[in-house]
């Protein structure tokens, strides 16, 4: 076989033969991902200055970045391990 004609790997795991296989995925914001990252190393005065932002948030903005936490919270421990990110 021609290797310019083979599928690319993104194109295989669209393929019908594979969709029956894969996890469906919740759909989370990467930027959330992202910043949970990087507060891993955040020092205890931005912790502490985060959490008060946090205090401050609407309910609607709160309610988002629950939901978001809990997509990622695979196992609902309440702590998001470097494997669930």
């Not at 931005?46 to 309610?63: F, G, P, Q, V, W």
Request: glycine fraction near 6%; hydrophobic fraction near 40%; charged fraction near 30%.
């Amino acid at each position: 076989m021609d290797p310019t004609d083979r599928l690319t790997g993104s194109d295989a795991l669209k393929h019908g033969w594979f969709k029956p296989v894969l996890p469906s995925l919740p759909s989370v914001n990467m930027s959330v991902i992202k910043n949970l990252q990087e507060f891993k190393g955040v020092s205890i005065l931005k912790r502490t200055a985060l959490k008060m932002l946090i205090t401050m948030c609407e309910s609607e903005e709160l309610d988002e970045l629950v939901s978001a936490f809990k997509k990622i919270d695979k196992d609902g421990s309440g702590l998001i391990t470097q494997d669930e990110l």
